[in-house]
């Protein structure tokens, strides 16, 4: 047996020659059939408008639908087919793929092609867009399986097969009762490995998991991450299956919440990409922006009061860049810490109590260690490159050294507190403490610096 | 028909009231079936370790490994059971979770417990463990499907059953051929609604997506979610099925690899949780602030360069913090917009450059609309607060407002172009642009600003 090495696969390529082959409908279908949707939503991406017309008769609109699911051109591409098609194809798609398509279309558009939907996935997408962005029945789908409880096994596998043509989650099955209301739950392993006499209520899981359609997304999204199930239903308030979460909602999902909290952890109202036009970027940037500009001013102010002291000794400012940036990273990190924590833990009193003690702890420890260094390198620094007496250097660089120790243990305690605060006011600590911390450590830092500076070299030792 | 609202699930109250109620064994089992795993696993964490060694013998090995999969705390219940029937309780679990438990325990448990583990969990255990932690084999499961490929449908479904009782990813259904190599996949759907007569080849996608065992999670993350698929096979160099990369697993991937870069942008080097000890907490932290300590001591020794400007005109200094605050805000967007997009797409050199004069211009619109806002406000401060003459506040304010709209095109520019550079050269961009960035900014906003005065105020004005 000849041994060889993994190569990355190129589909990709394979794809566009076989599109660009001149192949027979029939001929080209059994050759793509054996690819991913992905792929040849990839391939399709790289491919001039007018070979894509040419291609989407070949494919038909339901294999069309499959295909676009998976990029994020989809609405790009239905601007090359007609109304008609165009509706066809969005009413094959999964109902929350169809309303991310409709979506990225223009109102006009968008309008004319739900007139044109057929019943079903009509009703489906405007059931999903009656729901808030951060609610989850915005991201369910309509495409589950659903049987009555009173069937038998081999009603059920029956029921199952029927369904499975038309909705391709078939990884659980749900369970109703005679109203209609969400039952439980079965397992597809279950039922595929269950014998014809046993009895289909022992394969229900009752107390399977749900989610209600108006829950939060933030808040429920935890919580469907650890049942690390294929798919979670959706009830309505009257306890009936609107929809399912699958994985890849939930990996979607996560993805958002997170790229989000990242955002904000950098100023930014809101996640950017690429595509976004200048204007747009600048409104997710400027808030935060324009709020640090009043905040710097305060800080600005309270600065002006050391201007005696920066008269007399004029070396110190020198250090007054580095104790601040030094103390809002020490925020910025305990800021950070507390965000992960509070996303993704309950935390009690005590625990809320014991986070602050540690990133205190840490921000004593982390100061000490560094205020010393500061101390020893500043010291040197003052006495030889800028030619001072070596007393009059260490004074100076223990007011820096002091001061950064002081500076990094309150910013530690400043960003942890904030966004615990935030967070029991059910403000959003991420894009709340941002700024707000990064002021209150500016402001600390500097009083705890220039006033050591005052009162110690000028009131204490009259330099 | 009764009308009622959705109340919140209440299983894991559910499941402690079952689990304190001294119902027999098989009663007790039966209840319990009806509720998912991850509820008995939270439930369990909130009884004393008395109430759960006497629920342990009740749940039976398989059972609690099942279990346990859903919970961090299961190294933690494993030493509450003796060795060996740990070591069956982990040779029950699916491999990669079986790792996870594995590396929670203290070094001397682990060995004893993999020594005792059967053969075939022996196996995929030490398989998984071969991995690096960075690298898609650390993160597959053994639990997965195979058939050959020259099986008839019927002959298919019959192995789909048998091997569904060990293993149940059953969504995909992997085919081998003759020597074992990967050959393709079947979608279980397709499988399901097959007809006997059906040719298996059919419904085999031959060109179905896999990854290799040692290709880096960061690189091939991004891939995998796009697929959206339930599991995609982990091929060795040879060709062969390993394992697989579950949905669960993506999701996890995802949240990890987020989670490390929303660290990073915190000046954190790798993610914190809350069980750490303050030293491993500090050496995440301490890393960082000891760069940044140096580099902040270049920028000191620049500001010292400017010490007679200052010293002539006191007030500039007050708004020192303001100018450097900005610009360090408005490089650490431009970083983490830079790094979510590096992260997502595939860039070319023209969408660099785009991006870069994209950043500018943002950069540029903001510093114009911030500046002119720092001119009248600033300007307005100094002459009516700080009482000076109106021609030489605003001559103090323009040089701010000027300084921080250069400042900020230039932290634009910096916090998207150093980003790009290190990806370029393969170091990681969220590690090491958060202090290099910082710095730069620091220096160039210092430099124009106290430059600007020194020039205008100084040179030409003579103030």
């Known amino acids: 047996m000849q041994k060889e090495v993994l190569k990355e696969p190129t589909y990709v390529e394979e794809l566009l020659t076989l599109f660009r082959s001149n192949l027979g409908k029939e001929e080209l279908l059994e050759k793509i059939s054996d690819y991913h949707e992905s792929d040849i939503a990839d391939a399709m991406e790289q491919m001039t408008p007018e070979e894509r017309k040419k291609l989407y008769p070949l494919l038909g609109e339901e294999y069309i639908a499959e295909i676009l699911s998976y990029t994020e051109d989809a609405a790009e591409y239905l601007q090359e087919i ?15 793929d169809a309303v ?78 005679e109203n209609e209301q969400y039952y439980g739950a079965i397992d597809l392993k279950d039922l595929i490995v269950a014998r014809d006499y046993q009895d289909l209520d022992n394969l229900i899981s009752t107390s399977y998991p749900y989610v209600g359609a108006h829950e939060k997304i933030s808040e429920c999204i935890e919580r469907l991450k650890d049942y690390a199930e294929d ?12 929809g399912v979460i699958t994985a890849y909602d939930i990996v979607e999902a996560v993805d958002e919440e997170m790229g989000e909290d990242y955002a904000k952890l950098a100023g930014l109202t809101a996640e950017e990409d690429l595509e976004e036009t200048t204007f747009q970027s600048m409104k997710k940037r400027l808030p935060w922006l324009i709020i640090l500009l009043f905040l710097g001013m305060v800080v600005s102010s309270v600065v002006g009061i050391f201007e005696t002291v920066v008269a007399v000794i004029p070396i110190v400012m020198c250090f007054q860049s580095l104790i601040l940036d030094m103390a809002g990273n020490v925020g910025t990190q305990s800021l950070a810490v507390t965000i992960r924590v509070l996303m993704d833990e309950n935390l009690n009193r005590k625990d809320k109590f014991g986070l602050i003690l540690k990133e ?17 390198f500043i010291g040197l620094y003052v006495c030889f490159i800028k030619g001072n007496a070596l007393s ?6 223990g007011c ?64």
């Open 82 to 96: 007609n109304l008609e098609n165009a509706a066809r194809v969005i009413s094959e798609m999964d109902s929350d």
């Open 100 to 177: 991310d398509v409709l979506e990225n279309l223009d109102a006009d558009t968008k309008t004319r092609i739900v007139d044109l939907l057929d019943d079903d996935a009509e009703k489906d997408v405007k059931l999903i867009l009656s729901y808030e962005d951060d609610e989850i029945g915005s991201k369910m789908t309509t495409n589950f399986i659903v049987i009555g409880k009173n069937l038998n096994i081999r009603q059920a596998t029956h029921e199952l097969i029927r369904q499975a043509g038309e909705n391709d989650n078939i990884s659980t099955i749900y369970v109703v009762d």
């Open 231 to 242: 798919s979670i239903p959706v009830l309505s308030e009257e306890g009936k299956i609107l």
């Open 360 to 376: 205190m702890r840490i921000g004593f420890a982390n100061g000490l260690f560094l205020g010393i260094m500061a101390f020893v």
């Open 392 to 397: 009059y250097s260490f004074l100076i660089s």
């Open 400 to 463: 820096v050294g002091v001061s950064l120790m002081l500076a990094m243990v309150i910013s530690s305690l400043v960003g942890t507190t904030i966004p615990l605060l935030f967070h029991k006011i059910k403000v959003d600590p991420a894009v709340a403490s941002g700024p707000l911390i990064t002021t209150v450590n500016d402001l600390v830092a500097v009083v705890t610096y220039y006033g050591l500076v005052w009162l110690f070299m000028i009131e204490l030792l009259k330099i």
